[in-house]
């Protein structure tokens, strides 16, 4: 399958990237470049199967790449902050305000949780939690947790996956592609779990 790409997205895979390594530090070691880059992946995946224009592919790819900006300015409600770093950037670039406020709402359904209210957004939320569905689950998890325990000091490994199979259990994909292909899987991961925790 051929990446889909144009000149903004380009320019905002740059910018992003550098905007990341500025503010990286290693308390941060799951809302990272790889955690950006993996959603962009999946965005692009359950957008091509769910038959999005290439307008609104480019939409869901641009908030893909800004979504966690903000939380490397802090993790509460990074969210808005994202949105935020976003309008800035993109009010620099040749695009109409009624894209800008897509990419904003696109960024901030991912928000837990989640609250998609048209297809653009349900792919990004599907493609920012997509980790639930891959063989990679359990490495995420342990990421997660590392980087959470930075601010929680007391949350153990075994709490924070028994936080984990509750999120599971309670998570629902929102697109088609994601009940269809990604659901099973996540079903398969959270078996294993319990058995971890068994």
């Known amino acids: 399958m051929k990446k889909f790409s144009t000149p903004l997205l380009e320019k905002i895979r740059v910018y992003v990237a550098e905007y990341i390594a500025e503010h990286f530090t290693e308390l941060i070691c799951y809302h990272n470049i790889d955690h950006t880059t ?6 692009e995946i359950i957008g091509r199967q769910c038959n999005l224009s290439d307008s609104d592919l ?5 908030a893909s790449w800004f979504h966690d900006t ?3 300015l802090g993790g509460n409600d990074h969210e808005k902050v994202s949105a935020k770093i976003a309008v800035e950037y993109l009010a620099t670039q040749p695009i109409s305000s009624s894209v800008t406020d897509k990419v904003v709402n696109c960024i901030i359904a991912t928000k837990i949780p989640q609250s998609p209210k048209n ?3 349900k792919v990004i939320c599907d493609a920012d939690l997509f980790h639930l569905s891959t063989d990679k689950f359990f490495d995420k998890t342990e990421l997660l947790w590392k980087e959470f ?4 000091l ?6 924070w996956l028994n936080k984990s199979k509750d999120f599971i259990e309670s998570h629902q994909y929102q697109t088609p592609y994601g009940k269809k292909v990604l659901l099973p899987n996540q079903e398969k991961n959270l078996l294993e779990l319990k058995k971890r925790l068994e």
Do not use: R, S
């Open 58 to 62: 480019e939409i869901v790819l641009i």
């Open 149 to 152: 325990t930075f601010h929680d």
């Open 154 to 159: 007391k949350l153990t490994f075994d709490n």
């Open 70 to 72: 903000g939380y490397y």
């Open 119 to 121: 297809l653009i957004e």
């Open 38 to 43: 993996e959603v962009v992946e999946a965005c």
